[in-house]
């Protein structure tokens, strides 16, 4: 177990629909990193927040936004989803926005748009 | 940017047998981390091992260790008595040191390498 937890498990949503995914961190680490895993384009970073403040962003697409409030868990909104959005969606933390800390990560959430 | 390549999709190895699965990556970053992810069939991202670039000796991990050639850049993994519970997928990632500045520390994966240890 790392110590990050992410909910639900399991989501199923139709296309056009709009999801929230939920992610905390572990205890005491400020940063969370999200990512992308899907057959067709692997692992890829999303977004990273440190602290409630936006740090980088990677490949993520206009509909997707996330924030990380105050008592440091964070939400990824999916909203417009299309059937190419179906993939495993990763939380990681790490204690802060800058390394050598690893990222430890969450189960994931396993979205389905049909 | 960077690119982490990882050129065998799948690997067999017998029950308490050796096995080592490659990674090439491309920088132009003098200072780096490097990772081994495991990814075993609960798709849980298991951290294996470690490697920070300006460090020349090989990190090691009970049965798992690196094999670390910087001017090559190369960082293959070694799994010693390999066990059933190391079947998995395996993913390198690439992650820049914290000293060169900026703020996004993202890792960067390979397509990884599907490693199936047979009894």
């Known amino acids: 177990d790392s110590g990050v937890t992410q909910t639900p498990k399991h989501l199923i949503t139709a296309t056009g629909q709009r999801v929230t995914l939920r992610c905390s961190p572990r205890s005491g680490d400020l940063s969370v990193y999200w990512y992308q895993q899907s057959l067709d384009q692997g692992l890829q970073f999303l977004i990273q927040y440190y602290n409630g403040e936006e740090r980088a962003k990677g490949n993520i697409l206009e509909r997707f936004s996330a924030q990380q409030f105050p008592d440091l868990h964070s939400e990824l909104n999916l909203s417009s989803l299309e059937l190419g959005d179906s993939a495993l969606y990763f939380c990681a933390s790490s204690p802060n926005g800058q390394g050598p800390y690893e990222q430890y990560f969450g189960p994931g959430t396993r979205l389905t748009v049909t | 940017a960077q690119t982490v390549t990882q050129s065998q999709p799948e690997m067999s190895v017998q029950e308490a047998e050796t096995v080592t699965l490659s990674c090439t990556y491309d920088?132009?970053?003098?200072?780096?981390?490097l990772f081994w992810y495991k990814q075993p069939p609960s798709r849980q991202m298991i951290l294996v091992i470690r490697q920070e670039a300006y460090k020349q000796q090989n990190a090691t991990e009970n049965r798992f260790s690196v094999n670390f050639q910087k001017a090559a850049k190369s960082f293959s993994l070694k799994i010693s008595d390999s066990q059933l519970g190391d079947t998995a997928m395996y993913f390198c990632a690439f992650m820049k040191h914290w000293a060169s500045g900026g703020s996004n520390y993202k890792l960067t994966f390979g397509k990884g390498t599907l490693l199936t240890v047979n009894p």
């Open positions: 920088t132009s970053e003098n200072n780096y981390y």
